[in-house]
Every structure is written in C-alpha cells, then in structure tokens.
C-alpha cells in the first residue's frame, strides 16, 4: 500500500486565454493526497483555487500536467469527485429532498431507491423537517448542509469543497464544522476544502497546502500533526498557535504580493 | 372607517418609532398625506365602474334618439339588444363563437407550444441559435396580419387558414421570449450539475427547461390574445363561419347593430379565455415556482 494515493496532481499547469491575453493561473502544481485525508487549500483571492478544484472535476483541461484519481489519468473527465461550487446551487424548484438526491437521481438510481436512501441521512444530520421545504425557505447554513449532503450522497471517494461556510456567520460556521468533521468521520471520505479561514483550516486537516499569488503554486504543505477528535478550544494551545504562525507568515506574504500585483493592473 | 383608523394607528406609531419623537413637524405632515395610503373600498369600486358603465349606455340611447349621434352609423343599444337576442335565441352566434374559440385555441396551443420548442432548441447549438436569431427578429418585425390574405390562399376558408394565423402570430414571439429566458440560465447550477457527471441531456431537461419555463408562462397570456387576433383577421379574409365573418358580413351590410352584436359576443369570448389562461398561469407556476 506504499505510494498508494487517491488523487495526484504532477505539474498541472492552467492557462487561461481571453482577449487575446495570456493568464496563468496554475503553474505546476504537484499534489499527492492519500485516501481519507482532510486536506485545506489556503491563498490569496484569484490565485487559483477554484480553477484547481474545476480540473480535479472534471470541468475544465489542465493545460498541462498529469491528473491521476486512484492512479488513472483523469483530466477532463466529469462524475469521478464530488465537488461542492462556491454557491449551494441547489434547484430553486426542487424540494431539498429533491435536491439532495440529484446526484443519485443522473447516476440513474431510481427516484424511490434514492429518497429512501436520503431520508434518514436528512434526519441524521440536521435537515430533519426539512425534507419538503424548498431552498428558499432555509437558512444559509441549512442550505449548505443540503448542499453537501448532495455531494456525500453522490458516493465519490474524493470530494472538493470550494469555500462552503465563507457566507456563514460565525457561529453557524462553527457548527457547520463540527457537522463536517462529523460527516466526514462517518463517510471516511477524502476531502478538499479551500478556505479563506486560517483557523478553520488547521482546525479541520491533516494538511494544509498554502498557495502562492497568481500564478498558483504550492508554496508550502503544513502538516498539521493535531490529535484527533479535536475539541474546539484547541485553538487555545501552544502546537496549534505555531502552526498558525507558521501559515499566517507565508499566507500574508503571498497577498502582499497579490495586492501589489492588483495596483501595478490599475 | 374602523379600518382605516387602525391603519393611520399603526403608521404613526413606526413613524414615532423610526424618526424619533422629537420631531413633532414630521409626524404633523404625515397626517396630512396619509390620506394617499387609504385603500379604496372594492365593493365600491365595482358599484362606480357599473353606474359609469350604465351612464354611457344612456348617454348613447339618449343621443341616438335625439338625433344628436348619428344611429345608422352607431346604431343604438335598445337595437343592439334586440338583434343579439334573436342571433343568441336562435343559437347562430354561439357557433360562431364556438367556432372562432376553436381556431384561438387550436393556434394558442399550437403557437406556444411550438415557439417553446423552437426556442428551447436553440440550446443545443450556438451556431444554430445565432444563425436562426436575425431571421425571428426581422420576422417579429413584419406585421404578421398582412399574411393573412396568403394564408387563406394557401389554407383556404376553413379552420385550419384561421389555426394557421393564430399560430403565425404567437410563434415567434414565443420563441423571442424562451429564447431569452433561457439565455438567462445560471451557468453556475449548469456547471454544478455537469461536475455530478450529467449527460447534455439531463443537463437540458433537468435545468435548462424547468429554468425556461416561467418565461414559457409570461407568454401565454400575451399569446391568447394574439391569437384571437390572428383567428379574427383570418375569418375577415374568407371564412364560412366565426364571428369575424358575421361582424366583417354584417358591416358589408350596414348592419350596425348586427356589428355591434358580434362585437359584444367577442369581448365575452375574450375575457372568458382570458380568465381561463390567468388561472391555468396561476396552476403552472404554483406547480413550478410554489
Ligand atoms: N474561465 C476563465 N477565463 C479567464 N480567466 C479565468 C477564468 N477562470 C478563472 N480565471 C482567472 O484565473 C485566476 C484564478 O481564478 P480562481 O477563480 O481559480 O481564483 P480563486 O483562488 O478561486 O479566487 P477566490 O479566492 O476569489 O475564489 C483569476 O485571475 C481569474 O481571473
Ligand atoms: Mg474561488
């Protein structure tokens, strides 16, 4: 089982083209992510991010580079992760039973089969009444639970959350990650999860990848060697104020960059 | 009266709260405008609009009598009543009335469902939609009702010359306006629904068609009055029965009050369908927005 890992990414590059100009907003990044890990993606704003999380999908090429999922060669292809948008993008004409089972609904498991399924994983994490509600009736937090639970349901070993509690307050936020870790705890999946939280990002991983400013490259990988199950004043202790420390100093150097790069633009 | 007061109760009372009770000049103004929030009472409302309704009918029998409108032109109501009374007791006008609610319908549906289609096709390819677009738009442009004499050429005086204007002139507006709604749809959720690995064919009938369909539905309502329209102009043209042969035969005539007859009979047609098309509106889009 040595060198096994779930998802590799060797020097996958992006280039973007619009209006004749050139962007690159990946340069070789390199990512070797064993099976059920929490890993955290932090960078500075329009470093890349979401355009990493749209090749490990499926949804964009890489320009170059090699993108393996349980050692096959997967660029371009759709359906092999979860990935969880920026948005909750959740149907607005779909009840959030509906919504949840979307995913099972175009694997082609049929419409019963996939709400039994649903029905008690709603219950059991916090959507219990919920069930028939639509989208526009919940809280934010309720729909970013539904969000998510879409794409655990979609049953993907690998599965990409693309800064889900950034339009949370904060005390729904800390709900929401003692919920995750939960889920994830429960599912035993592999996770990726950009954030723009310092904190949250530690608090939650096994490894924190920091990113450097546009072009995005991967500055600097932290482990975070934290026991778990963490309990939520360990923000408090001495281990997890130097990991900090160490991610804030190479964080804040890199959007230094990113704003003098924004003012040479305008 | 009570309600009133209770509402002017409840406005000063936020004011107070909201501006603060220092300033006394404001709240002294506010009573002075308040008189803009009090909602005219709808019983009333309908007893005005019956008396005025009465007041005009008057006007117009008084008028014709004296002399001071001229009644072979205008006719008057007491005749008018007299004629739809025989043509309603002898059962003529409801076939024609039936008969021009066929063809409205027949083309209604056949317009709209056709212009959805047609719109929601353009989904598919780029190329196809932006070539297609010019041709709408110039055909948009043209007055649809000058085809109509073509149109009875070509479908001659039967049902289906009158199907064929109604559906002339609701198509293309109908495809304008699927067209454009589903031009709208969030990229983001089609993104969303792609990365879960959907064909483009779930990706069409899964988001792209429930996103278009309300935009589908702000149409019927333009299009049931159009294609009354489109069914009318095609029995001007040449027709052996509906209601625009009986007005556009008895104004050959100069039978005004026979003109007048069908002309009542159309608005009862039309505000029938229209309430047939506002409730079924009210179903579909419970149905699709709750
Ligand atoms: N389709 C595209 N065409 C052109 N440029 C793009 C495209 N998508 C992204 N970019 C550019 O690539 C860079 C990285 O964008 P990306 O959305 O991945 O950043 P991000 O790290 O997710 O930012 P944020 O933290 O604000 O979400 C940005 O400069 C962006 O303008
Ligand atoms: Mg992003």
New binding site residues.
Partial sequence: MLNEYKLELLDVSKE???RGET?K?LDEITMKIPDHKFISII??????????F?IISGL?QPSDGELLIDKEEASGTSGLVGYML?KDLLLPWRTILENVILGMEIIGIPKKEAKEKAIPLLHRYGLKGFEYSYPSQLSGGMRQRAALLRTILYDRDVILL??PFGALDAQTRANMQEWLLDLWDDFQKTILF?T?DIDESIYLSDEVYI?TA?P?KIKHRLKIDLERPRKPNIITSKKFIELKDEALTMLSEEVLKSQQMEMQAN | MSDNSSVLGKRKKINRVSVGSHNKKAKKSNANWSYLNNEPKEYLLNVGRLAAFLLMILIWEAGARIGLIDSFFWSMPSEIIQTWTIIAVDGSVWNDTFYTFQSTIYGFVLGTVGGAVIGLSFWWSKYYAKIAEPFLIIFEAMPKLALAPIVVLIFGIGLSSKVAMAVAITIIITTLTTYNGMKQVDKDLVRMIFALGASRWQVFTKVVVPWTMPSIISALRINIGLALTGAIVGEYIGSTHGLGRMIFYAGQTYEISLIWAGIFNLSLLSVGLYLLISWLEKKLLKGILH
Avoid: W, Y
Wanted: one cysteine or more; hydrophobic letters at 25%.
């Fill in positions: 973007f083209n619009s962007v907003a960078g500075p704003s329009g470093c890349g991010k979401s355009t990493l749209n964009d920026q693309d800064e950009i723009h990113m546009r995005g």
